[in-house]
């Protein structure tokens, strides 16, 4: 593997670890959220969004972002032709063979895979984001059950409000996606006029990632609500999300400097969806998630000796 690929592996294994870091959620609450609240409490999702970003423990996380994207940038030419390369060599399309399964007219509602690349794409669609919403929802309303009907409205709020704010970002940052490139790298056309981003979008709308955004989105909502699942969760995290990036990058649909900014956005529009209920109890805040933060205390030995124990739980 080459070494701007290597980065790039390397990379994720960073944003995704970072990601890990959530504010636990407990799991259950004694407020009901309404599907007014999808609406209602949007405002809301946006400020709190603010709040954690722009909280000091935060920091930390944008500057490995901003790290990450600007040391990615750089290599995303020579990382997107070695990505095609690796395609290649294992029999995998480097093509975007999505497909129109629903329309209203002119207008394509649903596109469907076709082969296993798109496959991968389509992971990270919106309609997979609100087929999932729909279920914890459709789940919760079935079984009278608060918890699943808090994590679907907090899904539809969360994608709401994200894919608003990326859509303003990629209006203002105008960067070409690999398929479209007429530069290495693609170029950056900041703020294009609204008629020429409709025309032509992989144009401009390659930075951040949506796709990774939302999928992102989700999984840091779905494993705040059910933490006692966190051991699945998480290294599902990680698969789902490598597998979408692989994909995206093999089909010429964003470049790997797209990534980091649409994780930290997920990250933190996933938080702030969870503030949308008051919790019974909540864990602290300023503990992180046991991946990162091993048990060290001291322990009888078997002799009577005084010994140090660790304990790293994941």
């Given at each position: 593997m080459r070494g701007p690929l290597k980065f790039f592996f390397g990379s994720f294994?960073?944003?995704?670890?970072?990601?890990?870091?959530?504010?636990?959620?407990?799991?259950?609450?004694?407020?009901?959220?309404?599907?007014?609240?999808?609406?209602?409490?949007?405002?809301?999702?946006?400020?709190?969004?603010?709040?954690?970003g722009t909280d000091k423990e935060n920091l930390a996380k944008w500057a490995i972002t901003g790290a990450l994207t600007a040391g990615l940038i750089p290599y995303d030419e020579e990382i997107y032709l070695e990505t095609q390369r690796l395609g290649r060599r294992w029999n995998i399309s480097t093509v975007d063979n999505l497909k129109p399964l629903i329309k209203v007219g002119k207008i394509t509602v649903?596109?469907?895979p076709t082969d296993f690349s798109s496959g991968l794409y389509f992971l990270g669609d919106g309609w997979v984001q609100l087929t999932t919403a729909s279920a914890f929802l459709l789940t919760g309303y079935a079984l009278d059950a608060t918890r699943p009907i808090n994590t679907g409205i907090e899904l539809f709020t969360g994608l709401t409000a994200s894919t608003i704010a990326s859509q303003v970002l990629k209006r203002i940052s105008g960067r070409e996606g690999p398929a479209a490139r007429t530069e290495r790298g693609g170029a950056w056309r900041p703020f294009?006029?609204?008629?020429?981003?409709?025309?032509?979008?992989?144009?401009?709308?390659?930075?951040?990632?949506?796709?990774?955004?939302?999928?992102?989105?989700?999984?840091?909502?779905?494993?705040?609500?059910?933490?006692?699942?966190?051991?699945?969760?998480f290294p599902a995290q990680v698969?789902?999300?490598?597998?979408?990036g692989f994909g995206m990058l093999n089909n010429g649909i964003h470049w790997a400097g797209d990534y980091p900014l649409g994780i930290m956005l997920g990250y933190l529009f996933g938080r702030a969806s969870l503030r949308m209920v008051d919790v019974?109890?909540?864990?602290?805040?300023?503990?992180?998630?046991?991946?990162?933060?091993?048990?060290?205390?001291?322990?009888?030995?078997?002799?009577g000796s005084l010994t140090t124990n660790f304990k790293w739980e994941f």
């Open positions: 294994v960073v944003l995704f670890i970072l990601s890990q870091c959530i504010d636990a959620h407990a799991s259950e609450s004694d407020e009901r959220l309404s599907i007014l609240d999808i609406a209602f409490k949007l405002p809301k999702v946006y400020g709190d969004t603010f709040d954690i649903l596109r469907g294009p006029s609204y008629n020429a981003y409709q025309k032509s979008r992989t144009t401009y709308d390659a930075f951040p990632s949506g796709h990774v955004m939302v999928s992102t989105l989700t999984f840091t909502i779905i494993r705040g609500n059910y933490p006692e699942f966190e051991s699945i969760l698969v789902y999300l490598t597998a979408l019974k109890e909540k864990l602290s805040a300023d503990k992180p998630t046991a991946l990162l933060d091993p048990d060290i205390f001291p322990a009888i030995g078997a002799e």
